[in-house]
Each structure stands twice: as C-alpha cells, then as structure tokens.
C-alpha cells in the first residue's frame, strides 16, 4: 500500500458506458472471517481485490488457514487453525478486524486481539460486541492494549442492541452458529450485507432465520461444512458510480450490480432529475442528461435508511446542483471530513455539528486534494470528475481499501483519470 500514488483526473468530460460493478467490500470482510468456523474448504467467489480483503487473507494466514487467491476467487481452508490471536499489526491494517472476533470464540472458545484503535469517520466503540459475548457466557479482560476472550462453552443469549449495529449483528451470529442452545438478536441490523453472511452460513449448515429484519434467530449446530459461494454486489460502489454518472450528466450501465440493494440511494438519485432504471441480470441504468437540481434534504441511517456511506459521494454530486440540500449524518459523529477537500474546489458548504448544509455551485474548479478515508476519497474523485482543470487527490491507499481499480472502472467509461 503506497502513500505515495495520486489519481489526478481532468474534469469536465462527460461519462458514457457500462462499469461491472466489485463484489461487496463490507460482506466480503465478515465472510472472510466466517470462513474460520468451518473445517472444510470455502471458495469465495466474486472477492473485490482491495487492500483490506489482502489484510483479512493475512490475517486468515496468521491464524493457520491456508489462503489463496486466483483472480476474484479467494480459497481458504480453515481446517489447520491454530492460533487465536491477531497481532498488533495485523489489526491495525484493517479497522474492521473485530470481526474476526465472534469467528475466532465461535471457532476456537478463545481470542486475544489489540483493540481496532480509533477510527477516522468516529470512535468506533466495540461496547455492544464484547456485551453480547459476556452474555453468550465469555469472559472479557483488557490487557497491555489486548483484549483477551475466553468461553470454553458459547451458549445461546437473548441480545438486544440500543441502536441497529452491523459489526456487532454479525459478530453475534458468527459467535452465535456453533455456540450450545438459540441465540435472539432484537434490534439487529438489516443491511443486505447481514443477509449475504447468513446465506453463506446457511449454506456451510447453519440454522439462521430473520436475517435482513430486526430479530435474527440463531440456533447453535455442532459443526460446518466449507461451501462456494458468491459475494453480494457493492451497493455503496454502485452508489458511488452513479453519483460519478450524475456529475458529468452523463449516462451510464452498471452491471453485476443489485437495484434492490440500493435502498433509499435510486429515490435521491431520482429527486435530482436523474432516470434510474433496474433491469434483469443484475443492470441498472442512470440518465443524467439533462438539467438536474439538488434534492432537499437528506439524512443517514441504518438500512433501509439513506446509507452513511454514501453521504459523501452524493455531497459532490449537490455540490454541483443549483438548489440547496441539507445533510444530517446520524451514524458517525466524524463524517464530514472530506468537506474542507471539495471547498477547496470551490464547493460551498457549511457543517455545524451533524449537520451540513450544501449549496450548489456550476463552477468547481482544480485543486490539489488529499483523500481523509474512503468514502471520503470516493466524493473527492466524483467532485474532481465535475472540476474544471486538473485535480491531484493524494493518499489515495483510503481509497484503495474499498474500490477496486476505480481508476480503470472511470476511465473505461471517458474518465480523464490516471494514477501518477
Ligand atoms: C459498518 C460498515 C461501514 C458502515 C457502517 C454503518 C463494514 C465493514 N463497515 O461499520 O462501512 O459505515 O456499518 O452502516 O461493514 N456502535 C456503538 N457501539 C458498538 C458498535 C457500534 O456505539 O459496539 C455505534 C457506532 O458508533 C455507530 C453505530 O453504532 O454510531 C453503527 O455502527 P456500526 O453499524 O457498528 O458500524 P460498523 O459495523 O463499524
């Protein structure tokens, strides 16, 4: 992962044609670590090559699997694990390793792992993980920055989350598969990516019912089988893409992509002016080519809600419409962070709080960026596609995490971009 690459894209040209959209990152990670339960042979087909599943599969190393990649299919064989714990640095190259924590007790009734550290879009708490496996019967001590979990026996619980949490739903039911008796899970998170992990799990033998509502029902069996499985479309991709679409008022087909799976993103897209059309076989169709305007106002919040993911993205895209939107993000107290990045390309916004508040403008103009996170290096490339002149976006290794070759995805569509 190198910090030292910059995309820098010429603005101002208009987007036409088709973009395969990348397996899913957020359900690729937990089915990666899903992968620990089982003694037999998973084939994970459809993994997006990014630098956070090239951590997992480290991880998945350190652990004693044997892990494989051949193009998008990566091959883990979870039946020589022998060690429980994740180092330091192993944890460090992906925030989202604690997933591997309800694997790791499901698998092995211990885990010792750093904590995920602090997070650049919030703090990231674990606090509904590790209560909802002290109610499964573990015992949960903090040591020199570890965390150290140890339950001979998981046993089944009746769990209830304050707030919808998608790490802690799946880390319960990954706990949840193998453990002795049924596990409840109210208030659980809904997103499409809980479904797919359930699905895999399912397949591989597990008994799971409810998954994509707010009760998810596990009853514990006494071992899983390895199968083949495919992961989910990226909706948070596919959202990016025809945010991407919608700024140059340009035209454009996903495929291998899932309408369904795009909740509340079709209806915004739709208020801006845009036509979004979902066909068979996994196709959907944006036309941005006429005069769009900026929808009202737009809140995040847990599936099927407007996801937070996809905030920033869509903040480029009204950047650029006449109108004002109003943006409220619930889920992450530090999400605007890329906000002072697309000012300096003359967009005008004001944050206060949880709150920002978009004017548009018909102008933006170059700039040298640097990408702040993900998502947040995601709006930086769909403002810098709208940008008069040239845009320089640096630590583009945020972006990398989750989008696969985007770069080569814009470009193959009339994209002024290159990786310098
Ligand atoms: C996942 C996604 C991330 C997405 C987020 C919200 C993955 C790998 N990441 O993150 O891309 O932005 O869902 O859709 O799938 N919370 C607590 N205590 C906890 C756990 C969560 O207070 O123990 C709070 C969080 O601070 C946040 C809210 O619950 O305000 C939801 O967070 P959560 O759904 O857990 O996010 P992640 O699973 O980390």
């Known amino acids: 992962m190198s910090i030292q690459r910059k995309l820098v894209i010429k ?14 990152k957020n359900s690729a990670l937990p089915l990666l670590s899903a992968a620990v339960l089982s003694k037999g042979q998973t084939d994970l087909c459809n993994c997006p090559k990014l630098s956070d599943c090239d951590a997992a599969c480290r991880i998945l190393s350190s652990l004693g699997c044997s892990c494989k990649r051949e193009g998008n299919v990566v091959t883990i064989n979870a039946s020589g694990v022998y060690s429980s714990e994740i180092s330091e640095r192993l944890m460090r190259e992906m925030r989202s390793s604690i ?3 309800g694997a790791l007790l499901g698998r092995t009734g211990q885990c010792r792992l750093s904590f995920p550290g602090g997070c650049e879009i919030g703090s990231r708490p674990i606090d509904f993980h590790l209560d909802a496996f002290r109610k499964m019967g573990a015992k949960i001590k903090e040591e020199h920055g570890y965390i150290v979990c140890t339950a001979p026996k998981l046993h089944g619980a009746v769990i209830s989350f304050p707030v919808p949490s998608v790490g802690a739903t799946e880390n319960v039911i990954l706990a949840a598969v193998l453990a002795e008796g049924t596990t409840e899970i109210h208030n659980a998170a809904r997103e499409p990516e809980i479904c797919d992990l ?20 596990i009853e514990g069996v006494e071992k899983l089988s390895g199968c083949t499985y495919t992961v989910m479309p990226d909706r948070i991709a596919a959202a990016t893409y025809l945010c991407c679409g919608a700024v140059t008022r340009g035209e454009i087909l996903l495929t291998h992509a899932d309408i369904g799976s795009l909740g509340l993103v079709v209806p915004v897209l739709e208020q801006t002016g845009c036509s979004i059309y ?102 930086m490339v769909t403002a810098a596609l709208f ?17 696969e070759d985007i770069e080569g995805c814009l470009r193959s569509v009339g994209a002024d971009i290159r990786s310098v």
């Open 387 to 403: 940008a008069e002149g040239v845009t320089k976006i640096g630590h583009t290794c945020y972006i990398d995490r989750g989008y």
């Open 11 to 24: 603005g101002g040209r208009r987007i036409e044609g088709e973009i395969a959209v990348q397996g899913a």
């Open 278 to 379: 979902g066909f068979g076989g996994g196709r959907i169709y944006l036309n941005a080519r006429k005069t769009l305007r900026a929808p009202q106002s737009i809140r995040t919040a847990p599936y099927p809600g407007f996801p937070t993911d996809a905030q920033p993205p869509l903040m480029a895209l009204c950047a650029t419409l006449p109108g004002t939107t109003m943006f409220v993000e619930t889920i992450f107290e530090n999400r605007y962070r890329h906000v002072s990045e697309l000012k300096r390309l003359g967009a005008r916004i004001n944050v206060e709080g949880q709150v920002a508040v978009v004017e548009g403008v018909n102008k933006l103009s170059g700039a040298e960026l640097e990408a702040c996170d993900l998502r947040g290096g995601a709006a």
């Open 99 to 101: 997933i591997f924590m």
């Open 198 to 217: 359930a699905d895999y799990l399912t397949k591989c033998g597990a008994k799971i019912s409810g998954a994509g509502t707010g009760t998810v029902i």
